[in-house]
């Protein structure tokens, strides 16, 4: 399971507004000071980490520190859906349309209606399906 920290930021009956803090991939190393990567993030301003309801068996208040858990196969199944699928449909349409169609820009058009309807009908299909093991689960306070 992996486990993410995050900030309760309401709590009501058993339900906590929560949200995470967003990352940055820099600002670890020793170079920090001197480095152009670091100063050019710093222009983009602070990342947006969003916020989402979780249920919870304890009750909390504004502030508190918590930690969730996320199961491995769920972050998995979620990768696969959003990146490996549409990547896989977008190699297999231009391998099969190339073959028959010479034109590339007829091609690269009918390529991206292909990667279009994927990217609906994942959507469709996880609507359909329940989210709940999607959703972070609530393991301790901190």
């Not at 929560?18 to 000071?33: E, M």
């Not at 996320?70 to 990146?83: C, N, T």
Request: charged letters at 15%; hydrophobic letters at 50%.
């Amino acid at each position: 399971m992996m486990i993410e920290q995050a900030t309760v930021i309401t709590y009501h009956k058993g339900v906590a507004t929560v949200q995470c803090q967003a990352k940055s991939g820099c600002g670890g190393c020793a170079g920090q000071a001197s480095c152009g990567t670091k100063s050019l993030s710093a222009l983009a301003g602070e990342k947006f980490a969003p916020q989402f309801e979780l249920k919870v068996d304890q009750p909390l208040t504004a502030g508190d520190r918590i930690e969730l858990g996320l199961a491995e196969r769920s972050l998995l199944v979620s990768v696969f859906w959003l990146y490996l699928l549409p990547l896989l449909v977008v190699i297999a349409s231009s391998l099969l349309f190339s073959q028959w169609i010479e034109n590339e820009l007829i091609v690269a058009l009918l390529m991206l209606i292909c990667t279009a309807t994927t990217f609906w009908v994942i959507k469709k299909r996880l609507a359909q399906h329940t989210q709940s093991e999607f959703v972070p689960v609530f393991v301790r306070k901190i």
